[in-house]
């Protein structure tokens, strides 16, 4: 399945600056790993140690919040719209 994933400021020197980029499979993590094999270390910034999401960084599969379907294994069908999205925090 082929997606367009959307690549936040922080992310885009993984991708030479692009924000959107295609991907192909069929959950999340297909996703990830193909991203990872045409944009090396993206995937380190996504996923932690363990290789699960990274508790501040929010994913969205259309506009549905993976964290509440099936995180990784969230299907991604063709033409899905994915959202990297990372926490801001700060204000005064």
């Known amino acids: 399945m082929s997606v367009n994933v959307r690549i936040p400021t922080i992310l885009r020197t993984y991708t030479g600056g692009q ?4 991907a192909e499979g069929a959950t999340l ?3 990830i790993e193909d991203l990872e094999k045409n944009h090396a270390g993206i995937a380190a ?3 932690d140690d363990q290789g699960q999401l990274r508790r501040f960084v929010n994913v969205y599969v259309n ?6 379907e099936q995180g990784l294994g969230t299907a ?3 033409g899905a719209g ?9 204000g005064c």
């Open 29 to 31: 993590a297909e996703v």
């Open 45 to 47: 910034r996504v996923l």
């Open 63 to 68: 506009d549905d919040d993976v964290r509440f």
């Open 76 to 78: 991604t069908p063709d």
């Open 82 to 90: 994915i959202s990297i999205i990372p926490a801001v925090a700060g």
């Open 19 to 22: 924000s959107e980029v295609s």
